[in-house]
């Protein structure tokens, strides 16, 4: 992961100088932020600016300040099914040891405080995506789109067609029986 400047101004930045390095020193932070741009996948997401609420627990251990709590966000996305807009909400879980920095560690990718300060913003990032559903629905028994025309299964369940024929014959219908073939060309 390449290293990112800490903004100190950055609603997602939570300056700890208050534990001052006292294991056993702990700080609640309960606070609403916006949320960053580009947090998700293709089909859903959190959409940029919508509140970010964050319930955390700060504590001072041996190696550094252990963040522990909940961040609630909203979702925002498509059907995968049907392609309807999905709103939604998500609570994850976090729990994260940022390491002081002049502290040697066994894992190179450890998270970090930058002096006083821990960047909320890159563990929040990964697991609020990690949480996404891969496949999001408007609802669990959404049933999609029509194959043929697109219309909405779910707002016109007995829709059909007039001239519906089994598919395996509607695939035939398509070959061009009269072009030739290299079964024709060694005939010849
Ligand atoms: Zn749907
Ligand atoms: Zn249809």
Known sequence: ???????????LVVDTHELARRAGQSQ???????APDGIG??????????????D??????VEGVLVTG??????????????????????VVIQELYCYPDRELDDPDASRLEGDLVDLEPLLRDVVVIDLPFNPKCR??????CPRCGANLNSDP?????????PRWAALGGLDVKSS???DDIAD
């Open 28 to 34: 609640q932070v309960r606070r609403i932020v916006s």
């Open 140 to 145: 669990p028994d959404c049933a999609g789109l």
């Open 70 to 91: 909940t961040a609630q966000v909203k979702l925002a996305g498509s059907c995968a099914r049907c392609l309807e807009q999905i709103e939604s909400e998500d609570s």
């Open 41 to 54: 996948v293709a089909m859903i997401g959190v959409p940029p600016g919508s509140p970010i609420a964050l």
């Open 158 to 166: 007995g829709h059909t067609h007039d001239a519906d024929v089994d």
């Open 56 to 61: 955390l627990l700060m504590e001072s251990v």
């Open 1 to 11: 992961m390449p290293v990112r400047a800490v903004d100190p101004r950055s609603e």
């Open 181 to 183: 073939t290299p079964a």
